[in-house]
């Protein structure tokens, strides 16, 4: 038995009893080889589990074991007993995530919920960052996750590691040497003759690593050791494995050598009996077994065993002799039930370059590649590489393994490799690596330089396409001709191969070039072919899909865009490839804060935000900087837009252009003087020339809202004019009348006609400008500032009243604050009639004479202004009538902690039921 400090077990007691009072907990336990992890995790469970019953309840337990290899995708999962369709079936990273967060709520149904994994390092990453994504949302369930983690490689299971350390749930333990206090009572246990003398003297020489201490004590009888001059060394531990190994004869040796090439998971005595030639394993196994080499347990499939320890799994396969290893592993391979494992063992075996194997790992990869699992193709590609004849083949497939290296997402091993790279035989797939690395990057004349070199050198191959895709999105983001990025394109349609991986650069490409050049027929098209339910789109069209919502957001039909890019942004958060550093995540948060929910967009925005690259793609932080400016954020609004803008200067990317400027507008009608809105257009001329205020093709309908308030600030009424008719001519916009109208009102009060301008707002009903709240928002301020400039106090004070409403509702902090944004407590029969200055023409420290709209002047905000964000966000949804069910997967947490969210907001807003938290927001 190991001792550990009572420290550490006082403190996994109390995380146990955290977890059952709702407060889930996650104890991540550190230690290296030998530290005693496996012994520990097993003392954790037990503990648990007796806490469970003396609180009255009967706790599950689920269990895995990470195991050494190319483990299936999400076989973590399916050990732990959640149960997901045959890989044959193709689940999707969603689909298995929503079932592992289904399968905790059933568990926790019934009561509270043991997990526990042992070498957490080594379970599949697939099963790692579904488990991470669910318990970064975990609130309120009964629920203690407990793992063992040996040594990370570098950029393995990020997610993870970004949890273990950031997390309020998780408690770390550290599983020290043991003391020698602690190493006396363990000797005495294991030899009770034993010295103090020789147990200090074997402590001192295994610096206390509890492995190696009681191995020593185990193997070597005390009297022994007396007489030795030098102790056996910790560092050839291995050694000291296979000399432990080597005295139990030779059946357990050859049990235990075979079922260390199988690998350190379960597997079927009867398998590594077979492997290992022995007609009855029993006894063996017996021996492994007394000696805490191997384990068994009896399934369905029978007796099944594994090594209890990968190091002492990876100590015996060290030391097998190369003949006998490499007969091991062709026999294993001809055992091999399924073809990963097969072309493992037949790599392992290989002794020499062998085509024949190197062109089935390749045909492994193209199959793996087409299900999208980039890893494995790498894996076997990698594979395929070593053990290629020709050197240019050869090199081929070591490029082409580190490009799907970088789909899958393993950038910084590819970084790592760049001075092969750069030394590279194949100078053409060199180009392709270098060029994707740089598309990353958002590098994208740098992109063109490498692979414009390279274009058409590659005849109707995957690499040709690849090629194409790229210099396409390259040219279109670069700024270059819309001419030249057709070119590229349409080179890529010609060829007879398709890579998935790319399906978002190409469809994102392909609409925007089509709507630039007049062909938005064409992408409707396209879009009308899409299955009506959004979770049906295939998932090489799930970026045609992302585009939809792109489209209805960038025209303003927020509702519309919700749903399809809802369905975007959980792909790509359970393992699609991105397009645009979080680009899909920031239109979803454009879309939810035109629909006025700002506290759900406040997520989206912040997700966005963190995948921004070193060069931020401008696109995405226009969009994130308008969900910066209206929650307040002035400094970072501004620095997100400089950082877009000095990238288009270099690359004045069109649709990047046109979306700076529309945010620019959000940022300045916010925060910026008289002076700087007046200098924003020309500003944009000077840096984008024509692309500034002419853009190539249609845009969206917001774009032209915001470009025509730029022309006004610019004293340019004509172009703000015919802006405002073109928005006015889109009748199927429900708010196209009001936010036209409201813009030529604005025109004729910058032209003097301030009773004209009143007459025009007057003639805006409600529901003309509903859906979209900040405008209506604008117009009933801008209403409320002119209609007390003719001395209409009734009318200001009913419009400010609105407009503060509206600006509560969406907590658009800067207006709220805003002195150029008339309050309705500040008006009375006496207010001056004298014309205020327009709201988008002055600025917060320029003063007016109606007061600012505040969050305190109605006691309705502050009941919600109490809640956190994530209630707010729950608060949200609810009122819209989602279910528990609906708002679990919205928000990706589990049912029980959408009811523990919506416990505390009924406690804080004083309601108790759905129906009284949706009325006072509607009073709100």
């Known amino acids: 038995m190991l001792i550990w400090d009572e420290a550490d077990l006082q ?151 970004a949890l273990s350390t950031s997390s309020p749930l998780v408690r770390h333990v550290e599983l020290h040497a043991l003391s020698l206090e602690s190493a006396t009572l363990v000797a005495r246990e294991l030899r009770s003759d034993v010295r103090d003398g ?109 090594i209890v320890h990968a190091v002492i799994q990876a100590s015996i396969y060290q030391f097998i002799p190369t003949t006998d290893r490499i007969a091991l592993h062709a026999r294993a391979a001809d055992l091999a039930a399924d073809e990963p494992t097969e072309l493992r063992h037949l790599f392992a075996a290989a002794t020499t370059y062998d085509d024949q194997l190197a062109r089935r790992l390749e045909e492994a990869a193209d199959r793996a590649r087409a299900d999208r699992r980039h890893r494995l193709a790498a894996q076997y590609l990698d594979w395929a590489s ?28 590819v970084r790592d490799q760049l001075p092969e790279v750069h030394r590279a035989r194949d100078r053409n797939g060199a180009a392709l690596v270098l060029g994707a690395l740089l598309v990353l990057d958002n590098n994208w004349t740098d992109a063109l330089r490498i692979l414009r070199p390279i274009s058409g050198a590659e005849v109707a191959t995957l690499r040709a396409y690849r090629i194409e895709v790229l210099l396409a999105w390259s040219s279109m983001t670069a700024g270059e001709a819309s001419d030249t990025t057709d070119t590229h394109l349409a080179r ?55 585009w939809r919502g792109f489209a209805a957001a960038l025209h303003g039909r927020a509702s519309e865009a919700i749903t399809p890019l809802r369905e975007v942004d959980a792909r790509i958060a359970t393992g699609l490839s991105d397009v645009g550093d979080g680009l899909a995540q920031a239109f979803l948060g454009l879309a939810h804060w035109l629909n006025g929910a700002a506290e759900v967009a406040a997520i989206h925005f912040r997700n966005a935000e963190a995948q921004l690259r070193p060069r931020p793609n401008p696109l995405t ?42 945010a620019s507008v959000f940022h300045l009608h916010a925060y910026g003087s008289e002076r700087e809105r007046a200098a924003l257009l020309p500003r944009h001329r000077r840096d984008f020339g024509s692309k500034a205020d002419q853009p190539d093709g249609a845009i969206g309908s917001i774009w032209k809202a915001q470009a025509a308030l730029a022309h006004i600030w610019a004293g340019e009424p004509e172009p703000a004019l015919a802006l405002a008719a073109s928005i006015r001519q889109t009748p199927e916009l429900d708010w196209s009348r009001g936010v036209a109208t409201w813009l030529e009102a604005l025109v004729a009060e910058r032209r003097g006609d301030i009773a004209g301008a009143v007459d025009l707002l007057a003639g805006i009903r409600r529901a003309d400008a509903a859906s979209l709240p900040l405008y209506a928002a604008h117009i009933a301020a801008d209403h409320a500032r002119l209609a007390a400039a003719t001395g209409d106090t009734e009318t200001a004070t009913t419009q400010a009243r609105r407009a503060q409403e509206l600006y509560t509702s969406m907590n658009a902090v800067p207006y709220l604050s805003s002195e150029s944004v008339i309050a309705p407590e500040s008006l009375s029969p006496s207010t001056s009639s004298e014309h205020t200055p327009h709201a988008l023409d002055a600025s917060p420290a320029s003063g007016s004479s109606g007061a600012p709209l505040s969050a305190t002047t109605t006691s309705s905000p502050g009941v919600f202004s109490a809640l956190t964000e994530r209630e707010r966000a729950v608060a949200a949804l609810v009122v819209t009538g989602m279910s528990y069910a609906q708002i679990a997967r919205e928000l990706f947490i589990t049912r029980s902690t959408v009811g523990y969210h919506l416990t505390r907001i009924y406690a804080k807003t004083a309601t108790a039921t759905r129906h009284e938290l949706s009325e006072l927001a509607r009073r709100r």
């Open 11 to 161: 403190a996994l007691e109390s995380a146990g009893s955290e977890a059952l009072q709702s407060s889930p907990r996650l104890v991540v336990v550190h230690g290296g080889p030998g530290s005693g992890r496996t012994r520990f995790l097993s003392t954790v469970a037990d503990q648990f589990l007796a806490q469970a019953r003396s609180h009255g309840a009967q706790a599950r337990r689920w269990a895995a074991q990470g195991s050494l290899g190319t483990a299936a995708p999400f076989q973590g999962l399916r050990d732990l007993g959640v149960l997901l369709p045959a890989l044959g079936e193709g689940p999707t990273a969603l689909e298995v995530e929503q079932e592992l967060r289904e399968a905790i709520d059933e568990a926790l149904d019934v009561g509270p919920l043991l997990i526990v994994i042992d070498d957490l390092q080594w379970l599949d990453p697939e099963s790692v960052d579904a488990l991470a994504r669910v318990l970064g949302s975990a609130v309120a369930e009964r629920l203690l996750v407990v793992v063992t983690v040996g040594h990370f490689e570098p950029f393995q299971h990020l997610r993870w590691q």
């Open 198 to 306: 020789l147990v200090q003297r074997v402590w001192k020489h295994t610096r206390g690593n509890p492995l190696f201490f009681t191995s020593l004590l185990r193997r070597i009888d005390p009297l022994d050791l007396e007489r030795m001059v030098q102790l056996p060394a910790p560092t050839e531990y291995a050694r000291a494995i296979e000399v432990r190994l080597s005295t139990l004869g030779v059946e357990p040796v050859r049990l235990a050598r075979a079922t260390a090439v199988i690998g350190t998971g379960w597997t079927s005595l009867a398998e590594a009996a077979y492997l290992a030639d022995l007609t009855d394993a029993a006894a063996a196994l017996d021996v492994l077994a007394r000696e805490y080499i191997l384990e068994q347990r009896s399934s369905d499939l029978g007796t099944e065993i594994r």
């Open 386 to 413: 070593r053990v290629t004849a020709s050197g240019m083949l050869r090199s081929t497939r070591y490029l082409d393994a580190l490009y799907e290296w970088i789909l899958a997402g393993n950038v910084e091993y």
């Open 492 to 546: 890529a349609e010609s060829l007879p191969i398709r890579d998935d991986g790319l399906a978002g650069l190409f469809s994102i490409t392909s609409a925007m070039l089509d709507r630039r050049q007049d062909r938005v027929r064409q992408t409707e098209e396209r879009l009308r072919k899409l299955p009506r339910r959004e979770a049906a789109v295939p998932v090489e069209d799930t970026y045609w899909l992302a």
């Open 621 to 662: 932080s226009s969009l994130i900087a308008i969900g910066q400016t209206t929650s307040g954020n002035n400094e970072r609004a501004t620095a997100l837009l400089e950082s877009a803008r000095t990238t288009l200067r270099d690359m004045p990317w069109d649709e990047g252009v046109n979306v700076l400027l529309t």
